[in-house]
């Protein structure tokens, strides 16, 4: 695997005009920096937390609470606190945010934008906060059920960057994500009850064509073309496919902010294409990762 090239100096803006801006609108998350004040609302964060469904992040707020032992006084709940947007859901429980970031790339590197410009606001420092994604994936040889860590984030063509058009330009984006921290997480899942294992990701544009099924509403390739692809990426190290990692670790890396990705994986794609397990089994699937972050974060606030 290719080394890491040096962190740039942590930095949650890479962007001068900022600082000349006395009014910054984060139009997504229906917060600005003059009517809400943002040091107050968020400059204890220390974890941010991101995943795909918003019901499931907002779960995953209540779980933070009871898990970190916080105190809700009577009648109190968390609310959405991007409630005025209906683009992304948002909680705060204690230290960590809870955040959802829809499906695929684009979603997400807006939300992600936001996000540093929103923990810049609240003098947040980019070396004292972790960034998580914890969702969902298709596996390649592992049961059903089983979260990945992913050592390293890879494009559709096993490329490690993203790339983004910017200004008639392809700029290449390198995607890098922390090893300790993995170890860390690796170490914290022997605890629970959740088979985890490291692995790389492969993250495309597109849950169907991009990700070699033959169940989408077009499909310019045989079953044995399918499996030569999975077959080929498998043996690559490719433990699963999702679709948000390669802008997560790429994002993460330029802003210098420490992240992880763990995806549970809900099928085996050597198997099949279909997802069809029943939605109690998944529900239990989709907390695991979520298991892992929470016990993660509880070590490191010192919380039994
Ligand atoms: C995992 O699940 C979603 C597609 O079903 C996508 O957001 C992803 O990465
Ligand atoms: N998410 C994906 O992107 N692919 C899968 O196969 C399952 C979940």
């Not at 997480?185 to 990700?211: I, N």
Request: hydrophobic share 40%; charged share 20%; proline share 5%.
């Amino acid at each position: 695997m290719m080394e890491p090239p040096p962190s740039p100096l942590p930095n949650f803006l890479r962007n001068p005009n900022i600082k000349g801006m006395d009014h910054d609108v984060l139009y997504h998350l229906a917060l600005d920096n003059k009517t809400n004040n943002l040091k107050e609302m968020f400059s204890d964060v220390k974890f941010v937390c991101f995943g795909g469904s918003p019901s499931r992040m907002k779960k995953f707020a209540f779980y933070m609470v009871d898990e970190l032992k916080l105190k809700l006084t009577a009648g109190q709940t968390l609310c959405d606190i991007s409630g005025g947007s209906d683009r992304y859901v948002l909680y705060k429980a204690g230290p960590v945010i809870s955040v959802s970031h829809g499906m695929g790339i684009p979603s997400l590197s807006i939300l992600m934008h936001e996000i540093l410009k929103l923990l810049y606001h609240a003098g947040c420092e980019p070396n004292q906060v972790t960034f998580f994604r914890i969702g969902t994936s298709g596996g390649l040889g592992l049961d059903p059920g089983t979260v990945v860590i992913s050592e390293a984030a890879v494009d559709g063509i096993l490329r490690p960057y993203m790339e983004i058009a910017t200004l008639g330009m392809i700029i290449q984006h390198p995607a890098f994500l922390n090893p300790d921290l993995n170890n860390e997480l690796l170490e914290v899942a022997k605890d629970t009850d959740c088979k985890a294992v490291l692995g790389k990701t492969m993250c495309t544009y597109d849950f169907y064509e991009g990700q070699a099924r033959l169940d989408g509403a077009f499909c310019d390739y045989s079953k044995e073309d399918k499996m030569a692809f999975l077959k080929r990426a498998h043996n690559r190290g490719i433990a699963n496919i999702e679709m948000e990692s390669l802008c997560f670790a790429a994002m993460t890396h330029r802003a210098g902010v420490k992240s992880a990705v763990l995806c549970v994986t809900l099928l085996d794609r050597l198997k099949g294409d279909q997802i069809d397990t029943p939605h109690d089994i998944m529900e239990e699937w989709q907390s695991r990762p979520q298991k892992i972050v929470a016990s993660y974060i509880k070590k490191k606030l010192g919380i039994q």
